[in-house]
C-alpha cells in the first residue's frame, strides 16, 4: 500500500501562484509514474501533469504547459506542482496519483495510477 498526503492548495488571486506537494508513504516503486489530475465543479476529472522516473521524464496537458512545472525531491519521497500565471479556469480540486511505471501513452490516463490522495482546493479569484 502507497499513501499520498497532499497540501499546499488555498485561495490565490489570478496571475498569483501556488506550490502544490504530495509525499509518498509506505511500499513505494523503485520506478514509477506520479502526477496530478484535477476536477473542476460540474467536469471530468482531467490530467494536469506526471514525472515518471526511471530516468527524470515530466508531461503537461496543454493547457497548463509553460504555467506549471512538475519536480520532486528524491529523499523526502515527494512530488511538487508550481503553478504560475494561475486563472480562474485552474479552480478545482487537485489530485496526486501514484502507480507503477507506466509507458507513455498511459501517463495521461488515470487507469495509470494505483494510489490517489484526498484531493486539495485550489480556488483562484479576485
Known amino acids: 500500500q502507497v499513501h499520498l498526503a497532499e497540501s499546499g492548495g488555498g485561495l490565490v488571486q489570478p496571475g498569483g501562484s501556488l506550490r502544490l506537494s504530495c509525499t509518498a508513504s509506505?511500499?513505494?516503486?523503485?520506478?514509477?509514474?506520479m502526477g496530478w489530475f484535477r476536477q473542476a465543479p460540474g467536469k471530468e476529472r482531467e490530467f494536469v501533469g506526471a514525472?515518471?522516473?526511471?530516468?527524470?521524464?515530466?508531461y503537461y496537458s496543454d493547457s497548463v504547459k509553460g504555467r506549471f512545472t512538475i519536480s520532486r525531491d528524491n529523499a523526502k519521497n515527494t512530488l511538487y506542482l508550481q503553478m504560475n500565471s494561475l486563472n480562474t479556469e485552474d479552480t478545482a480540486v487537485y489530485y496526486c496519483?501514484?502507480?507503477?511505471?507506466?509507458?507513455?501513452?498511459?501517463?495521461?490516463?488515470?487507469?495509470?495510477?494505483?494510489?490517489w490522495g484526498q484531493g486539495t482546493q485550489v480556488t483562484v479569484s479576485s
Open positions: 496519483a501514484y502507480g507503477p511505471y507506466a509507458i507513455t501513452s498511459s501517463v495521461p490516463q488515470e487507469l495509470a495510477y494505483r494510489y
Open positions: 509506505g511500499e513505494t516503486y523503485t520506478t514509477y509514474v
Open positions: 514525472l515518471r522516473y526511471r530516468g527524470y521524464h515530466t
